[in-house]
């Protein structure tokens, strides 16, 4: 099961329309690994073999394919020259000056808790 739906995504995004659906599902997977990077440990793994995500992953996970569709759109020719786009709820404004963590803003990965490995 994956961390997030294309649904919840479209949920927390505000997003009606289909227009992004092949693209929210490609993001899905990806994203996923990228979260789990950047917690720096694997999910945990309940008795069933079934995944356990964190409490926010869901909405952190939206944010990060919003974030992705936004950029997809600004590096396309017609995007190109804009510095800011909104996608159904969600909209994204370029800033030179985003801190950055992954290729993500810090503001939306943030959020996640991150595990130092002790030796």
Same mark, same amino acid.
Do not use: C, H, W
């Given at each position: 099961?994956?961390?997030? $739906?294309r *649904? $919840?995504?479209?949920?927390?995004?505000?997003?009606? #329309? @289909? $227009?992004?659906?092949?693209?929210?599902?490609? =993001?899905?997977?990806m994203?996923?690994?990228?979260?789990e990077?950047?917690?720096? *440990?694997? =999910? @945990?793994? !309940? /008795?069933? @073999?079934? $995944?356990?995500?964190?409490?926010?992953?869901?909405?952190?996970? /939206?944010?990060?394919?919003?974030?992705n569709l936004?950029? #997809?759109? =600004? #590096? /396309?020719?017609?995007?190109?020259?804009?510095?800011?786009?909104?996608i159904?709820?969600? #909209?994204?404004? *370029?800033?030179?000056? !985003?801190?950055?963590?992954?290729?993500y803003p810090?503001?939306?990965?943030?959020?996640?808790? *991150? =595990?130092?490995?002790v030796?």
């Amino acid at each position: 099961m994956a961390i997030v $739906t294309r *649904r $919840t995504v479209k949920e927390f995004l505000q997003i009606t #329309s @289909d $227009t992004y659906n092949n693209m929210i599902d490609m =993001f899905i997977p990806m994203v996923e690994k990228d979260f789990e990077i950047i917690q720096n *440990r694997p =999910f @945990d793994i !309940d /008795s069933n @073999d079934d $995944t356990e995500y964190p409490d926010n992953a869901e909405y952190i996970v /939206s944010q990060m394919i919003g974030y992705n569709l936004s950029n #997809s759109a =600004f #590096s /396309s020719k017609a995007y190109g020259d804009k510095k800011s786009e909104s996608i159904g709820g969600y #909209s994204y404004t *370029r800033n030179a000056k !985003d801190d950055m963590l992954k290729g993500y803003p810090l503001s939306i990965v943030g959020k996640i808790q *991150r =595990f130092v490995n002790v030796q």
